[in-house]
């Protein structure tokens, strides 16, 4: 390919995706989810379920195209959708949100980072810190901004950062400190000391909190506290969520961002000449969702656990050393055991070896730091309790 010039070359730098020859390569997840196909293995990478969500969900969707709800909503996001983001984080989190004010609406987390990113960072001399290894997106978007990417390690088993770490990667040319919590691809949550510390130190320094909460209904026996809880972090975070993970749609790619006004003027800015708006069927059918009962949402984080216990008890069983996720799609496993020194070659094999599908974790970790994560594996327990024991029963007998 004739080398043509632009922001695609650091974006794809900054994911890593970009080859010696200098071409871009796909991402780690369109990789493995074209490796799963064409061998016919059974597929435990790309977060997605591989169950129909809510039925009251997808008939809304459903009703809403019949109904003509099909040209554009207005830029900001369905009146109707933005009242019940509000609704929810009063319900679930006791955050007081004005629906007009607070809220945007966006093509899936993904667009809510990008244009979050792209709005708040001016140059190269802005600093993003993110706790590693990282959503490959985070380092691509941050590239594509421009900005100086820092990290912070979380190391196994319990993936919860270092505080003295964390305090002295923060600094006045902190432009956002960026949090995924509950953590893909390790599935930690964050403990309330570290929030702190996150809300602290973005005070101290005057930086923004851009925090990425898609897993936020899907953790195990403990609550989602968002950090736009704490009162130092309030005024300065952008909270993303969106729908995919937790109504089983990841397809819809309809997700938001709560903030301060200020905030949500600066993003709209941007996010306007992105895709102005999106998904006009399925807003009002996520409102439908966030409007579920109380049992929903319990039994959709119980119903993971339960597979997450399945795949987990599995994978030991196998011989690989197990993380325990406190939330989360995935889990984490140690190959070093079975004498695996290298996951990337591992899970290259992997689907043609034994017929699964794995993503190593050094896809989510910069070339600097992957040394530390040679030997580990993602695993996603989304999947029907049937697919589970198959994945189980072929590593068994391959391994
Ligand atoms: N953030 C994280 C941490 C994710 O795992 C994902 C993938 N689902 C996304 C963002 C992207 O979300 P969406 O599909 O809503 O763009
Ligand atoms: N969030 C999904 C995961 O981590 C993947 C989304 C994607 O393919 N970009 O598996």
Sequence with gaps: MTRIPGAWQRTARGAGLLSVHGEPSPTIFAEMSARAL????INLGQGFPDEQGPPEVLEAAQRAIGDGVNQYPPGPGAPELRCAIA?????FYGLSVDPDRDVLVTAGATEALAATLLALIDG??????????Y??????????????????PLRSPGFQPDLDELTATVCDRTRVIL??????PTGTVFTAEVRSQIALLADRHDAYIVTDEVYEHLTFDLPHVPLAADPRAAQRTVTISSAGKTFSVTGWKIGWIVAHPALIAAVTAVKQFLTYTSGAPFQPAVAAGLGLPDTFFASRSADLKRRKDLLGDGLREVGFVVSEPAGTYFTVADAAPLGVRDA???CRALPAQAGVVAIPLTAFASAAHRAQY??????AACRRTETIEEAIRRLRLSL
């Design 38 to 41: 064409a061998e016919d293995a």
């Design 87 to 91: 609704s929810h984080q009063e319900r």
């Design 124 to 133: 190269p001399d802005d600093e993003v810190v993110v706790f590693e290894p």
């Design 135 to 152: 959503y490959d997106a985070y380092a691509a978007l941050v590239a594509l901004a421009g900005a100086t990417l820092r990290t912070v």
């Design 179 to 184: 949090v995924n919590d509950p953590h893909n």
């Design 344 to 346: 990337e070659e591992f």
């Design 374 to 379: 040679a030997t580990l594996l993602r695993f």
